[in-house]
């Protein structure tokens, strides 16, 4: 068995800096834009590809999460795409059989985690960069800018190896939101998501009944870094003993549920997953119920 490149997870500039030009290595940026709902059912979003031409690490590649890498089929937002899809939209970026990938975004990590729990789901090595592109850029470490990244190379297709646990669909949070089947469900909205005090881009405000509240940004330190183990499992903690497994995760459509996905990754849990419909698909529905409040 071929030992993997990367260190784990979630990997710094530092590292990053002394294997951006190993060639078993793909350097992805994730980032996607979502503004904030002006009221509810304010809903846009757009690619980041213009922000990443901007301005990004050399020799990285754009990976759309509005585009090829979501499932247009689906009755929601940024639904993850078959494994087939996957892969396939993968290997264009250049990333093959035994190649690896660091995953960044300009937008706080969760485009970045997303990515990366996309990939984890089809067994492909992935990690998101610590901090992203602010990280990278305060350190002093070089950017580039312009589309005219090299071609990628032609690569065989991974082979996927599918983990059906990463995700949950919405009977499976329904039952457990019931009481009919064991889990606990969180939400990594910010807190105005989950009491409904604030405007929501989706068809209706709050949360899924029975579901925590452990907000995504709330486990990053003030420079978009992963809050350090000891306080990252405290904040976890004061949510989640080990007892309440398995976990649920979601938010408005699966993207900073990912990145809380990373946080309890990070702390050694492997009883999680992500609801992948959220509650942009939860909410069109006006038979499940939502709760206000916290």
Known sequence: MTTSLLPGPLVDDTWLAAHLDDPRLVVLDATALLPSPREDGDYRSASGRGTWAERHLPGSRHADLTGDLSDHEAPYHFAVPSPG???????????????????????????????????????????????????????????????????????????????????????????????????????????GGYDGSAPTRYSRRGHIPGSRSLPGRGLLDGTGRMLPETELAARVGAVLDTDDSPVVLYCGGGISAAGAALALTLLGRTDVSVYDGSLEEWSKDPARPMELGG
């Open 85 to 191: 899809r996957l892969v396939a939209v993968l290997a264009r970026l250049g990333v093959g059989e035994g190649v690896e990938v660091v995953a960044y975004d300009s937008g706080g990590g969760i485009w970045a985690a997303r990515l990366w729990w996309m990939l984890r789901a089809i067994g492909v090595p992935a990690a998101v960069l610590d901090g992203g592109l602010e990280a990278w850029e305060a350190a002093g470490r070089p950017l580039a800018s312009g589309d005219d990244t090299d071609p990628a190379p032609v690569v065989r297709p991974a082979t996927p190896v599918v983990r059906p646990d990463l995700w949950s669909g919405i009977e499976d949070v329904a039952a457990i939101s019931r009481g009919e089947r064991p889990g606990t469900l969180v939400c990594a909205l910010p807190p």
